[in-house]
């Protein structure tokens, strides 16, 4: 296996090996640590709905929802799931999926090398019959009208139905009630050999472990497979967005908004460097030492629970603002009229330096915990970037990459999405 | 790893922990105040004030500006309940100074700022500013309407104040809209003086190093404070058994229900209730637990299931997600396999499982500055405190007998269901 070492001015370092298969393997080494965290993760989410094998000729169109589905099935095996295996040993294990991605992992403060065997081993041994698929419906199907109940998440997915006309991001992760019914074990096999290849995939781990045995365990453990062209079925998203407002009545105290900007992509996926150029303006515009977040909260327009996120990845970028207000257009209107303010005006040179002191601080807090260390070692993995290339880039962003990013958010690209009280 | 607590004044203690693997350091301030239904409002409105504005940072922005130069060192303040006491937290966490660019005091800057906060409110006159406070209160009355969004979150709070319905740990933590409204700066002036004079005070350090001068500075401060009359953190009683089952149905606009039972179990702390925690680890704790693998895997009957222990109240709560058709049949397979428990029917895999989970967790707690913040706010309360690799050892002396007997002891008390009501509208 091919060997790098990277290291930072600290004293930390990771080592990342590519197997011959294509697989990434990320490990740190944290021997003041008495646990581990691993992570085992492919480039598969619930965007992938389309996809092609055969160069483009032909594309398979799959029921949406089908990667989280996948994810629960693939914990199965024919002589019982993998907790049973986890439970022998005590490590604890989860996963989950996201929009670009699914990953299986378990963290644990004993027997390493067992969880990461069980890890390797289930992860790579799919086990799908029809009567096994017929039951995960049932149980999927309460997962999802658990998340009807949801505010937080409806306000989320309106906003994004609202923004987008095509892309599958607009769809809710765990599909629905009906796409779930469409999914068969043949379409499971159907996905997991287009994208469980590992050179679809990666693997991140922190801890109290030695790198070299887990690259030894890797070698052992990788069964090869003839790499897999995908070629992923390209969505036609126009630039602009489908509609302005959308609003839903649910059982809420008071109204909860998410305004989203809809940023036009050059590019399937925003760089690195465009991601923390990004982050930054965010904290310049509406973090907590910025002229708006003080007006917003002295006009009684937000709470605690307003944030910002940037929501990027595969063939998708959008800026969110969120929060409780009893008046959320107006909390609209206060941003957009900032974001046009800085714009003319320019930023504050102070602000711009103290806030990215605050995010290498950030970054710092990030090395405390083997869960964000391996999380962010899957980030890299995932776009191809370097776990301490962040602190460079953050040194790099100036007045004119901050004013580049705030011209992306114009009001005519906005959604606002809001849930009210019934009644 | 050792522990070192230091006394510096009359109730107040301070535990350092030096761990090496942090890039951080927290501090914490954590005052014990009794939990009572006259003063939990007031109590919960105070920390929010604290972290905002001080004398010397009359205004947030300015505070917040201050923060954020100092890498972003992180100042928290909650409010919870722990025992018969209510825990006003106060958390600064940052860098460690070698981190630094050009060499800045960033942990002895911030624990100062803290400080600062804790004993130098913006205050005038024995009252807090009026814009202050109003402030303060829109956020925290907007948090305590808030609690009705997320519906799992809810449903497990009306379970905890319907089954203690005569016990302070009933309170809701954040108390009424109405109370906090009602608060004046002068009653909440009082408030702060009185968290400072009597609150039992522990500070924990989890980190590198000591701050220099911390401990002398702390008593410095509390100089200026005639202390007495400390909350007794130690007296805490136990939820009483009912006579007949308590049944609260709430109807609400949803499509999932919520079940949550409340059971009355034995009360105590690590030295006499270790069975109790191992019992409800195999009952419902993990993926092993009876409730994951038998009432949701095996019979579908809600999406999430699982057992929560309060041992030092003596209550335990199952919480499920359950469709409105199966809350009956899912309310019997849960007492179900509460039977299976006192009749010991339990495997031994499912016992050997929970051991080996719950030790694993523990050893990893070293490996969190907030977890082990935590475990030391709670753990106070208990007369002997013992660090996560003690209960480790501890753990194995639980024999299989001792579980089948602390579930003997477990008696439904509050069932509490949220359900769908049938839609009017569409």
């Known amino acids: 296996m091919q060997k790098q070492v990277f290291s930072n001015r600290f004293g930390d370092s990771y080592v990342c090996f590519t197997h011959s298969s294509g697989l990434k393997v990320l490990v740190m080494e944290k021997p003041d640590f008495s646990s581990c965290y691993a992570l085992f993760g492919t480039k598969y989410g619930s965007i992938d709905t389309s996809f092609s094998t055969d160069g483009g000729k032909t594309f398979l169109n799959v029921p949406e929802g089908i990667a989280h589905f996948l994810e629960h099935k693939l914990f199965e095996s024919e002589d019982g799931d993998a907790f049973s295996r986890y439970a022998e040993t005590g490590a604890s294990a989860n996963a989950y999926t996201s929009f670009d991605r699914t990953c299986y992992l378990f963290s644990c403060s004993n027997r ?21 698929v017929n039951k995960e419906q049932g149980i999927i199907g309460q997962e999802i009208r658990m998340y009807d109940d949801s505010p937080s998440w409806r306000v989320l997915f309106n906003m994004l139905e609202a923004m987008y006309y095509e ?67 390209s969505v036609n998203e126009p630039d602009r967005v489908k509609e302005n407002y959308t609003e839903q009545c649910l059982d809420v105290a008071s109204p909860l908004f ?37 007006e917003l909260t002295d006009s009684e327009l937000i709470n605690d629970e307003f944030e910002t996120e940037y929501f990027t990845g595969n063939g998708y970028a959008a800026v969110m603002f969120s929060g409780e207000s009893e008046e959320p257009y107006r909390v609209k209107e206060k941003i957009v009229c900032e974001i046009n303010r800085l714009i003319n005006d320019g930023i504050d040179k102070e602000l711009l330096s103290t806030v990215k002191k605050a995010m290498y601080g950030d970054i710092l807090r990030r090395f405390n915990n083997c869960e964000s260390i391996a999380s962010a070692m899957a980030e890299c993995a995932m776009f191809g970037y370097g776990l301490f290339d962040e602190q460079e880039l953050i040194s790099a962003v100036g007045e004119s990459e901050v004013i580049g990013c705030l011209k992306q958010l114009k009001e005519e690209k906005s959604v606002l999405s809001v849930i009210l009280p019934r009644g | 790893m050792p ?22 350091t927290l501090v ?30 009359p205004d947030y922005l300015a505070l917040n500006y201050r923060l954020t130069a100092l890498y972003g060192a992180d100042v928290v303040a909650t409010a919870t309940k722990v025992g018969n006491c209510m825990c006003l937290k106060f958390t600064v966490s940052a860098i460690n100074d070698r981190f630094a660019f050009g060499g800045e005091k960033v942990m002895e800057e911030s624990v100062a700022l803290l400080l600062d906060l804790i004993f130098r409110p913006k205050a005038e006159n024995g009252a807090f500013f009026e814009d202050d406070l109003k402030r303060e209160k829109r956020k925290l009355i907007d948090r305590i309407k808030g609690e009705l969004n997320e519906k799992r979150t809810f449903a497990r709070n009306r379970l905890v104040s319907e089954m203690l319905d005569d016990d302070p740990y009933g309170l809701y933590k954040f108390g009424k809209a109405e109370d906090v409204a009602a608060i004046s700066g002068e009653e909440l002036f009082e408030a702060w003086k009185t968290m400072l004079i009597s609150g039992y005070l522990r500070i924990h350090v989890i980190g590198e190093a000591l701050p220099a001068g911390l401990y002398d500075s702390i008593k410095a401060e509390l100089n200026a404070f005639e ?6 953190i130690y007296s805490i009683t136990a939820l009483k058994e009912r006579q007949s089952v308590k049944r609260v149905t709430d109807l609400m606009e949803v499509a999932q229900g919520k079940l949550v039972m409340g059971f009355s179990c034995p009360a105590g702390d690590d030295d006499t209730s270790l069975d109790v925690m191992l019992m409800n680890d195999i009952f419902g704790g993990g993926p092993y637990g009876r409730l994951f693998t038998n009432v949701r895997e095996k019979m579908s009957l809600c999406y999430y299931c699982s057992a929560q222990a309060v041992r030092n109240k003596g209550f335990m709560m199952v919480d499920s997600g359950v469709e409105k058709e199966n809350a009956k049949k899912a309310e019997e397979a849960i007492l179900g396999q509460l039977e299976v ?18 030790k694993d967790s523990l050893r990893s707690y070293k490996d969190s500055q907030n977890g082990l913040d935590v475990w030391y706010t709670i753990k106070a309360i208990n007369r002997v405190v013992y660090s996560p690799e003690e209960i480790c050892e501890k ?25 769908p009501k049938e839609r009017t509208e569409e």
């Open chain 1, 258 to 294: 998410c305004l989203g900007f809809k940023e036009a992509l050059t590019a399937p996926e925003k760089t690195a460097a465009e991601r923390i150029a990004m982050g930054v303006t965010l904290e310049i515009l509406a973090g907590d030492c910025s002229q708006l977040y003080k």
């Open chain 1, 167 to 233: 892309h599958p991001v607009r769809i809710d992760i765990a599909g629905t009630t009906d796409s779930i019914a469409k999914i068969t074990y043949n379409l499971l096999y159907d996905c997991y050999n287009t994208f469980y290849n590992p050179a679809n995939m990666f693997i991140a781990v922190a801890g109290n472990v030695n790198a070299d045995e887990i690259a030894a365990i890797v070698e052992k453990r990788i069964i090869e497979r003839e790499p897999v062209k995908v070629i992923r079925g």
């Open chain 2, 28 to 57: 914490s301030f954590n005052f014990y105040m009794p939990l009572e239904k006259e003063t939990v409002a007031k109590y919960a409105l105070l920390p929010e004030l604290i972290a905002t504005c001080s004398k010397s940072y």
């Open chain 2, 395 to 419: 753990i194995d002396s639980v024999t299989r007998q001792d579980v089948i007997n602390a579930a003997k002891r477990v008696k439904l008390n509050t069932v509490y269901a949220l359900l």
């Open chain 2, 3 to 24: 522990q070192e607590i230091t006394k510096l004044a009359e109730g107040v203690e301070a535990l350092f922990l030096p761990v090496n693997s942090f890039n951080t």
């Open chain 1, 112 to 132: 390493f090398y067992d969880n990461f065997d069980i890890l390797l081993d289930f992860v790579q041994h799919p086990y799908f019959t029809e009567q096994t």
């Open chain 2, 227 to 232: 202390r007495g009359n400390v909350t007794d």
């Open chain 2, 341 to 358: 428990m006192k009749n010991g029917e339990f495997t031994d895999f499912e016992f050997a499982s929970a051991v080996k989970s719950i």
